[in-house]
């Protein structure tokens, strides 16, 4: 069975200042992994996912997450934040092999940018 | 395109009471999604529908029913709420694609007293 562990809910940050969420599965088969954001209030919104390809994975506003098989981990790394980056990051992972989209969520991990 | 809409928005019932969530999407996705969300436990699959006129329990079904109308609404059912259903719900659909992207709704409020 596949999970995602979150370590880390809440990571306090000053604005302009580099964070990194950490983020690791565990699945016996070939997956595809994702971090959605959660704003304040709103539902979940896809940040960026990892299918195959680069293991480098890149938002449109400035966060990179990056697979790594061997430490089965998907880190989401972003070098200056802003106060608007404000929310709850939730790690996702599905099974390769499934045609259906189940996705398991992490704990998720709440990001405070503070000035 | 409104995406997937949820309501009611908020709901408080008292224990024992019944009610239904309604979600409907217009993207055209053939698997919809039921998932709660409480603090620290982050999102369980409660229903998912892969496709029309399919259901399937996810990892916390108990206490929860679920109707696949048609391909655009999906509704989740509590016979008879208990406080520990006290928590966020959220509707989510996507295509049936293994890597595509889930799409939620707004989510729903529910309090159970």
């Known amino acids: 069975a596949q999970s995602v562990t979150q370590l880390d809910s809440q990571v306090p940050v000053f604005e302009e200042a580099p964070v990194e969420l950490r983020c690791n599965y565990s699945?016996?088969?070939?997956?595809?992994l994702f971090w959605y954001v959660q704003y304040p209030n709103q539902g979940l919104q896809l940040l960026l996912k990892?299918?195959?390809?680069?293991?480098l994975v890149e938002s449109i506003n400035g966060f990179e997450a990056e697979f790594n098989k061997s430490q089965t981990s998907f880190h989401l790394r972003k070098p200056s934040v802003h106060i608007s980056d404000t929310a709850e990051y939730f790690c996702?992972?599905?099974?390769?092999?499934?045609?259906?989209?189940?996705?398991?969520f992490g704990t998720g991990t709440r990001l405070l940018v503070s000035p | 395109n409104a995406g997937v809409t949820q309501t009611p928005k908020f709901q408080v019932l008292k224990t024992g009471q019944s009610m239904t969530l309604q979600c409907a999407q217009d993207?055209?996705?053939?698997?919809m999604y039921w998932y709660r969300q409480d603090p620290g436990m982050g999102l369980r699959l409660i229903y998912y529908?892969?496709?029309?006129?399919?259901?399937d329990k996810g990892e916390v079904p108990n206490g929860y029913n679920v109707s696949r109308l048609n391909k655009r609404e999906f509704s989740l059912r509590l016979e008879s709420a208990a406080p520990s259903q006290t928590s966020v719900y959220f509707c989510?659909?996507?295509?049936?694609?293994?890597?595509?992207?889930?799409?939620f709704g707004p989510g729903t409020r529910l309090t159970v007293l």
């Open positions: 989510a659909s996507s295509e049936v694609l293994a890597g595509g992207e889930q799409f």
């Open positions: 993207m055209n996705h053939n698997s």
């Open positions: 996702a992972v599905t099974e390769e092999v499934t045609g259906f989209q189940k996705l398991v």
């Open positions: 699945s016996s088969v070939s997956v595809y």
């Open positions: 529908s892969a496709s029309e006129g399919t259901t």
């Open positions: 990892y299918l195959s390809g680069s293991t």
